[in-house]
């Protein structure tokens, strides 16, 4: 069971970038969806989940409107499309499957396979 992210990197303020996150040893449309987030000092949050099977998202209001989540379940590959980036997006992000509660006020980890993480840098 195994996660890998890939897409992240460095970019300017205001531009975009796809985060993708491959799934292997298991079934990605049996669980939900999820990328977080953690900068230094700052606790891991949520930006982005999905419920796959009602198809809810959660979106914290620092990201509304500028991060979408998405799911190729056929390829087994869920996508973070980051638009208008800004610099207080830098941040290590890590994408998750598994067991989670989805509300649009709020996505709580109950049991989840993370990815090793990958950088995005957002420079001003």
């Known amino acids: 069971v195994k996660l890998v992210e890939s897409g992240g990197g460095l970019v300017q303020a205001g531009g975009s970038l796809r985060l993708s996150c491959a799934a292997s040893g298991f079934t990605f449309g049996n669980y939900e969806l999820g990328w977080f987030r953690q900068s230094p000092g700052k606790e891991r949050e949520g930006v982005s989940c999905l419920d796959n099977g009602d198809g809810t998202t959660y979106y914290p209001d620092s990201v509304k409107g500028r991060f979408t989540i998405s799911s190729d379940n056929a390829k087994n590959t869920m996508y973070l499309q980051m638009d208008s980036l800004k610099p207080e997006d830098t941040a290590i992000y890590y994408c998750?499957?598994?067991?989670?509660?989805?509300?649009?006020?709020?996505?709580?980890?109950?049991?989840?396979?993370w990815g090793q993480g990958i950088q995005v840098t957002v420079s001003s």
């Open positions: 998750a499957a598994g067991d989670f509660t989805i509300a649009t006020t709020q996505c709580r980890v109950d049991f989840a396979t």
